[in-house]
C-alpha cells in the first residue's frame, strides 16, 4: 500500500490501536492497522482518518479486509458511510473463515 508521508506520519501516531505488536510491525501493514482504527477508533480518530487517507483507500481496505477485522456493526457502517452500499441495501457479507476439514 503506497502512503503519503502525511498518511504515514499520521498512521504512525496511532499505532496504539494494535497494542499487541510494535509501531514498526503495525505499520509495515498499513491496511491492517487502518482497518483496526475503522473498526474500533474514537470518532475523532476515525473522521480524521477519513480526511487524512480518503474515502477511495478506505473503501479499498474495507473491499479486502481479511476475517476478523471488523466486527458486525463497523462493518454496516462504514459500508454505508463509504457508499459501498446504498442505504437501502444490504452490506456485503462480511469476510469469513471457512473451516472445512
Do not use: C
Not at 475523532?44 to 473503501?59: S, V
Not at 479499498?60 to 454505508?80: I, Q
Amino acid at each position: 500500500m503506497d502512503l503519503t508521508v502525511e498518511q504515514r506520519s499520521f498512521l504512525s501516531r496511532l499505532t496504539y490501536y494494535i497494542w499487541w505488536q510494535s509501531a514498526e510491525e503495525s505499520l509495515a501493514r498499513p491496511e491492517r492497522l487502518i482497518a483496526q482504527i475503522m473498526d474500533i477508533g474514537d470518532w475523532d480518530d476515525e473522521r480524521n482518518l477519513e480526511i487524512t487517507l480518503g474515502a477511495e483507500l478506505l473503501r479499498d481496505v474495507l473491499t479486502h479486509a481479511e476475517p476478523g477485522w471488523f466486527r458486525p456493526k463497523s462493518w454496516s457502517f462504514w459500508n454505508y458511510r463509504l457508499k459501498v452500499v446504498l442505504f437501502d441495501a444490504e452490506p456485503p457479507e462480511m469476510p469469513y473463515r471457512s473451516l472445512s476439514a
